[in-house]
Structures are given as C-alpha cells and as structure tokens.
Nanobody
Framework: QVQLVESGGGSVQAGGSLRLVCAHS????????MGWFRQAPGKRREGVAAIDSFGDRSYADSVKGRFTISKDNAKNTLSLQMNSLKPEDTAMYYC???????????????????WGQGTQVTVSS
C-alpha cells in the first residue's frame, strides 16, 4: 500500500519561500515518477513539477525558475522548494506517485496512481 503524507504548507507574503515535503512509503521515489500538483478553489488541478526514477525533472511554465523539485531516496521523501512565491501560487498542494511509469516524460502532468491528502499554501500580497 502506497502512502503519501505532505507537510510544510503555510501562509507567507508574496516573495517569500516555503518547502513542501512528501513522506512516502517504500522506495517509490527511487522507482517511479512522482510529482507535485495543486488545485486552487474553482480551478482545475494542475501539474507543478515532476521527477522520475532517473532524476529527470519537469516543471510547469508558471513555476520554472522559482520552484525546485527534489527527492531523497534514503529518507523516502519528495520535496518542493518554492521561492519568490506569488499570490497566484495559493492552492492546495498534493504529492502524487505513478507506479505505472519509471519515466515521467512529456505527459508528466497526467501522472496518476496515488495521492496524498494535500497541504495548503496561501500567499498574500
């Protein structure tokens, strides 16, 4: 059973930083594509970033240069460092894992197998 537990959300002012961490069971990040998604009220869920078993990273255009996804296989964690936060980054952030693929590829934003409960990020102007 795959378990994903997010932490690190909170409230910050625009320009601030937060680091989200997803603790996961087993060796998921070593083996499969994992990513971060977000969903703001009234909006569709969107992919933020992904990293696969080979360490290749993908980012949404809206966060490139500001967010960094990383993983620690020894600690079984997936992280998202978010810098220069903007009010439009406000959303519930979810950790996800796709046990059907080792490589995230061009369709990384469609990864879907397991999801965490989410952690809220609120950025005020």
């Amino acid at each position: 059973q795959v378990q994903l537990v997010e932490s690190g959300g909170g409230s910050v002012q625009a320009g601030g930083s937060l680091r989200l961490v997803c603790a996961h069971s087993g060796s998921i990040s070593r083996t499969y594509c994992m990513g971060w998604f977000r969903q703001a009220p009234g909006k569709r869920r969107e992919g933020v970033a992904a990293i696969d078993s080979f360490g290749d990273r993908s980012y949404a255009d809206s966060v490139k240069g500001r967010f960094t996804i990383s993983k620690d296989n020894a600690k079984n964690t997936l992280s998202l460092q978010m810098n220069s936060l903007k009010p439009e980054d406000t959303a519930m952030y979810y950790c996800a894992a796709d046990t059907g693929r080792r490589v995230c590829g061009a369709t990384w934003a469609l990864l879907d197998s397991y999801w965490g409960q989410g952690t809220q990020v609120t950025v005020s102007s």
